[in-house]
């Protein structure tokens, strides 16, 4: 079992950065890749980024140069700096982990809005 906590949402006005944090915690070591995913309201998740245990990334199109996905594996965290965010960012943000096993941890408000 994995655990999953994130934290660091907040409200933000457009323009503004914010950077969320997923501390992970239980069997960590059969962990492989780490991501973030979203959901706005009336939509389905979708991807943000993505980085594996060895540090390659993967951004949604919608995110890329805006957002930066990083890992500290020693801390077992994995963050997302968000810069120059829109309203269209606002959404749930999820942190996951990929085992043999997918698991989610419990999801931060991030709202974007002046």
């Known amino acids: 079992q994995v655990q999953l906590v994130e934290s660091g949402g907040g409200l933000v006005q457009p323009g503004g950065s914010l950077r969320l944090s997923c501390t992970a915690s239980g069997r960590v070591f059969n962990i492989n890749a780490m991501g973030w995913y979203r959901q706005a309201p009336g939509k389905q998740r979708e991807l943000v980024a993505t980085?594996?245990?060895?540090?390659?990334?993967n951004y949604a199109a919608s995110v890329k140069g805006r957002f930066t996905i990083s890992r500290d594996n020693a801390k077992n965290t994995v963050y997302l700096q968000m810069n120059s965010l829109k309203p269209e960012d606002t959404a749930v943000y999820y942190c996951?982990?990929?085992?043999?096993?997918?698991?989610w941890g419990q999801g931060t408000q991030v709202t974007v809005s002046s």
């Open positions: 980085i594996t245990s060895g540090g390659s990334t």
């Open positions: 996951n982990a990929a085992t043999l096993v997918v698991y």
